[in-house]
């Protein structure tokens, strides 16, 4: 990335960066969402997206992720520049993504719902269905075990045959990263994976994710939490009106007059009078 007067610099992204954006716009009926949002994401951290409510931070996870076009800007997945590129190439590719509203197939079981998730199945081409059936047949089987002990790991095992239509809130939360986790992604991208569950929860999803880092992702997590950005985060983007504020580590943030007056005095100031 080169040097924007929007970013700082930091020792986290010099270890690496394995995704970036630079000057991203995107605008929705004259509405700028996002206006030159630049930043890197350090390669097996996890780093945290922040900002007031409206800041563009889904958007740019719907654009880093293929779910939807930029106006301008480019996006990169290690070195390949993967501006505008189909979600599914980008799954291809590595990376992931959680919805900030769960997207679960309330109709299909917990178990079906990894089954469908999606990744790169070789059972699936017609070839392999009419001329390798017994290769298929392998892959299904372990791609149910493969689900299974998925499932085992976020505490949804005994919900398996449940529709995923009857979980909680929670659990759903719970699907939707196991649903990302099938699919073995290098890059995931979480939308508020704990936004609206309980605080046990909390801690619990926390735990899972700082699992994936010791496995090797790079997790990017929008989040508003920022006790929870404290303690698992170690890297934060601080992301207002569509644009980078900031970069750098929480406690950098927090000395920051620029990132307090826009998004943390917000958010202490509601913490305490909670
Ligand atoms: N599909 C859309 N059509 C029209 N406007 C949209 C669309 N998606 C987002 N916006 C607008 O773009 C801006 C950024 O929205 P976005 O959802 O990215 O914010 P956010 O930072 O994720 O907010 P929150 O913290 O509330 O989830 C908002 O003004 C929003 O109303
Ligand atoms: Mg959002």
């Given at each position: 990335m080169t040097s924007s007067d929007q970013t700082t610099a930091s020792p986290d992204v010099a270890g690496g960066s394995i995704l970036s954006c630079e000057n991203i716009t995107k605008s929705f009926l004259g509405v700028n969402a996002l206006n030159g949002a630049t930043f890197d994401v350090p390669k097996n951290k996890i780093t945290a997206l922040i900002g007031p409510n409206g800041a563009g931070k889904t958007t740019l996870v719907n654009i880093l992720s293929g779910a939807m076009k930029s106006d301008s800007g480019t996006t990169h997945l290690g070195s390949v520049?993967?501006?505008?590129?189909?979600s599914y190439k980008i799954a291809r590719m590595g990376l992931m993504r959680t919805f900030q509203l769960s997207r679960e197939l309330g109709g299909l079981t917990v178990l079906e719902n990894l089954l469908v998730a999606p990744k790169v199945q070789a059972g699936e081409s017609l070839f392999n269905i009419f001329f390798r059936p017994r290769l298929q047949r392998r892959e299904e089987q372990q791609n149910i075990e493969r689900a299974t002990e998925i499932l085992a790991t976020y505490g949804l095992y005994e919900l398996?045959?449940?529709?995923?239509?009857?979980?909680?809130g929670g659990q759903k939360k719970l699907l939707e990263i196991s649903r990302g986790v099938m699919a073995a992604p290098t890059v995931f991208l979480l939308d508020e994976?704990?936004?609206?569950?309980?605080p046990a929860l909390i801690d619990r999803i926390g735990g899972y994710i700082l699992d994936m880092k010791r496995q090797g992702m790079t997790v990017l997590m929008v989040e508003h939490n920022l006790n929870v950005v404290e303690k698992i985060c170690d890297f934060v983007i601080v992301l207002a009106e569509g644009k980078t504020l900031a970069t750098g580590r929480l406690s950098e943030l927090r000395a920051n007059p620029e990132v307090v007056q826009a998004y943390l005095g917000e958010v202490i100031s509601a913490s305490t009078t909670n």
């Amino acid at each position: 990335m080169t040097s924007s007067d929007q970013t700082t610099a930091s020792p986290d992204v010099a270890g690496g960066s394995i995704l970036s954006c630079e000057n991203i716009t995107k605008s929705f009926l004259g509405v700028n969402a996002l206006n030159g949002a630049t930043f890197d994401v350090p390669k097996n951290k996890i780093t945290a997206l922040i900002g007031p409510n409206g800041a563009g931070k889904t958007t740019l996870v719907n654009i880093l992720s293929g779910a939807m076009k930029s106006d301008s800007g480019t996006t990169h997945l290690g070195s390949v520049d993967v501006t505008n590129w189909e979600s599914y190439k980008i799954a291809r590719m590595g990376l992931m993504r959680t919805f900030q509203l769960s997207r679960e197939l309330g109709g299909l079981t917990v178990l079906e719902n990894l089954l469908v998730a999606p990744k790169v199945q070789a059972g699936e081409s017609l070839f392999n269905i009419f001329f390798r059936p017994r290769l298929q047949r392998r892959e299904e089987q372990q791609n149910i075990e493969r689900a299974t002990e998925i499932l085992a790991t976020y505490g949804l095992y005994e919900l398996r045959d449940n529709r995923a239509r009857e979980l909680s809130g929670g659990q759903k939360k719970l699907l939707e990263i196991s649903r990302g986790v099938m699919a073995a992604p290098t890059v995931f991208l979480l939308d508020e994976p704990m936004a609206g569950v309980n605080p046990a929860l909390i801690d619990r999803i926390g735990g899972y994710i700082l699992d994936m880092k010791r496995q090797g992702m790079t997790v990017l997590m929008v989040e508003h939490n920022l006790n929870v950005v404290e303690k698992i985060c170690d890297f934060v983007i601080v992301l207002a009106e569509g644009k980078t504020l900031a970069t750098g580590r929480l406690s950098e943030l927090r000395a920051n007059p620029e990132v307090v007056q826009a998004y943390l005095g917000e958010v202490i100031s509601a913490s305490t009078t909670n």
